[in-house]
């Protein structure tokens, strides 16, 4: 686990692929959705995924992306984080309502940062012992330096679920077994958590 978080850390996307691989193997929590909405019988208090997460590790590209401004090689959008703005990108889980609220956080250069923090309101509801579905709700931006008042405190929705089941249907999906978005845990113990999502995006996090 020390190896995982090491090579985390250092972003070696090979090397944490195979020690993930080799975790998930020795998972300790049988039951990683264990009270997720009460989900097997369980509450919230005995929910291994209940409470605040931070982002250690991904290779999926996007989950940082609106930080990322700074344009490289002649790239037309930017693909870095701007020198001197810090990056924190985390989840609150609320077990008891299934209630994530992903985020991400910047601190640091007022004049480079984009926005102060972006926040992701979403649905997560077991299917299995170890597959969660996920809705997108809502989102809410905030950023004290937007040029309009409305700007500075910006929600907005996305579709409704139904929504998404229907396109995972058109896509010939059961979307009670692989809706739209999902993830599957891998491993998950009182301090680490590494998940995989339905399009094979590896997560690694760490309790916050």
Same mark, same amino acid.
């Given at each position: 686990?020390?190896?995982?978080?090491?090579?985390?850390?250092?972003?070696?996307?090979?090397?944490?692929?195979?020690?993930?691989?080799?975790?998930?193997?020795?998972?300790? @929590?049988? !039951?990683?959705?264990?009270? %997720?909405? #009460?989900? $097997? =019988?369980?509450?919230?208090? *005995?929910?291994?995924?209940?409470?605040?997460?931070?982002?250690?590790?991904?290779?999926?590209?996007?989950?940082?992306?609106?930080?990322?401004?700074?344009?490289?090689?002649?790239?037309?959008?930017?693909?870095?984080?701007?020198?001197?703005?810090?990056?924190?990108?985390?989840?609150?889980?609320?077990?008891?309502?299934? @209630?994530? !609220?992903?985020?991400?956080? %910047?601190? #640091?250069? $007022? =004049?480079?940062?984009?926005? *102060?923090?972006?926040?992701?309101?979403?649905?997560?509801?077991?299917?299995?012992?170890?597959?969660?579905?996920?809705?997108?709700?809502?989102?809410?931006?905030?950023?004290?330096?937007a040029p309009l008042e409305?700007?500075?405190?910006?929600?907005?929705?996305?579709?409704?679920?139904?929504?998404?089941?229907?396109?995972?249907?058109?896509?010939?999906?059961?979307?009670?077994?692989?809706?739209?978005?999902?993830?599957?845990?891998?491993?998950?113990?009182?301090?680490?958590?590494?998940?995989?999502?339905?399009?094979?995006?590896?997560?690694?996090?760490?309790?916050?």
């Amino acid at each position: 686990k020390k190896k995982l978080i090491q090579a985390a850390n250092d972003k070696d996307e090979n090397l944490v692929i195979s020690l993930v691989e080799e975790l998930s193997e020795l998972n300790p @929590t049988p !039951v990683p959705t264990l009270g %997720l909405m #009460g989900y $097997a =019988d369980g509450t919230s208090a *005995d929910a291994p995924l209940n409470g605040p997460w931070k982002l250690l590790f991904t290779n999926a590209k996007d989950a940082e992306a609106p930080a990322r401004t700074e344009k490289n090689n002649g790239e037309k959008f930017g693909d870095e984080v701007a020198q001197g703005v810090e990056v924190k990108t985390g989840q609150r889980i609320d077990a008891s309502t299934g @209630t994530c !609220v992903n985020y991400i956080q %910047l601190a #640091g250069d $007022a =004049d480079k940062r984009p926005f *102060d923090q972006l926040e992701i309101t979403i649905q997560m509801t077991p299917l299995t012992d170890k597959r969660v579905r996920l809705d997108f709700r809502k989102g809410r931006a905030l950023n004290d330096k937007a040029p309009l008042e409305f700007l500075k405190d910006f929600t907005f929705n996305f579709p409704p679920p139904s929504f998404n089941d229907f396109v995972a249907r058109l896509r010939g999906m059961d979307p009670s077994v692989e809706p739209q978005a999902y993830f599957d845990i891998l491993y998950i113990d009182e301090q680490i958590r590494a998940h995989r999502t339905g399009e094979g995006k590896l997560f690694v996090q760490t309790r916050d």
